[in-house]
């Protein structure tokens, strides 16, 4: 009898230690966060790339193994006979190869976008349909919510994800102000319009769940770079400045914590960007000292939380570097501007629940170095779990709000879980115990 006894309490044991409930993603669950890396206007080691920046810059993300890396547009441009990349497929393809050539196998996932070289510049092949259609582009997160205009190639035309999938820290938003697709053509993001109010609710609903919030598309409102810096008054985008205008503005008055953007080949970080009654909206080529606070973004002065977006371009992912133009009117805006000279490489960015930190990992011989703090404060523990309104279906879909568990309630959670399972389970072996007693005695 006690050993059926011993028997009955292993099994029950055994049980609760295979319950899924102890494999809890540790990314969700440890409070020292994760890291991610973003980049932009890559190449492919082809003609217009300087040498081997490109995968200069894809071997040290396979080194430095983040969990994921978030492109910020421009991926292939040109075919490449030496990387055997003739299709937006095969740069996919290319690219995991080189990550996974310096990560020991191991996947990163790496998020496309499009930029105006998937778009309006796009060679035959390298339209962004041309690579949300290939398996090997396929969105590697599965997680990501698409604007529903177009399912099919929305997860790198405007769409958002949190990550990590539970207990999720951070929202990227990806949208394209001023590009024309193959599919769908120019899409408006006007004050008013179904995408700007569809970006509105998807900022403002991580925002109520305290995730920090990264609002990314390819071409900069804020440039002083040489080749891009006049995009908005005198370039392509001069039509569509206003549209750049109004998810600027809506980027400062719902203060999202960073804008990330590529197209300028080189690197620029800006001062924090806030909006106040003596600077109600911030206008290209125009600065003004009000729309700034005094934060540097180091440790002894570093940006604050909810005080406004800082904006950076990182378009050094290894294509044709370019200079910075020292008279561009959005020069003063900036704290670091750097010619993308000898510089290649992406940010590595490490988040928790109260730091948002940024570093320059140079993968090439340039000088630049570059890191940057923002300091918020942990989520607040509700008092009770909050009720989700329904609502009647909208004209414009927006993203359905979820509840994100406070600081800590996650391996609460866990910990009653495992324990409720294994009084439920040992109690079921007593049980079973002295079923077999009575019948014995009988």
Known sequence: MRRRRRVLLAIAVAAVLASPYLGVNAAAADPGGFTFGAVGDNGSDGPGDPGDSTSRTLRMIGQNQPAFVQSLGDLAYDASAASSVHSGADWCTWTNGQIASTSGGTAVPYIIAAGNHEAQDAKPGFAIEDYTGASSCADPLRSITSFPTDPDT???????????????????????????????????????SALYDWVKQAILDAKSKHEWVVLTYHVAYLNAGADHGADMSTGY??????????????????????????HEHNYQRSKQLRLTDACPRITHDRYDAACTTDADGSPAAPYVRGAGPVQLIIGTGGHKPSAVNADDGDFPFMLVADSGADNCGYVSFTVTDTTFAGTFENACAGALADSFLIQGTAAPTP?????VPTTSPSAHPTPSPTLAPAAGAAPIAIVIGVLGGALVLVGAAWTVVAIRRRRSRH
Do not use: C, M
């Open 154 to 192: 929305d997860a790198a035309k405007d769409s958002f994800y949190d990550f990590p999938a539970s207990s999720p820290l951070l929202r990227v938003i990806n949208i394209n102000p001023g590009l024309t697709y193959r599919t769908g053509g120019l899409r408006d993001y006007s004050q008013g």
């Open 237 to 262: 985008y001069a039509p569509t400045a206003p549209q750049f205008g109004d998810i600027f503005a809506l980027a400062g008055e719902t203060k999202v914590d960073l804008i990330l953007n590529g």
């Open 383 to 387: 008092s009770a779990t909050p009720t």
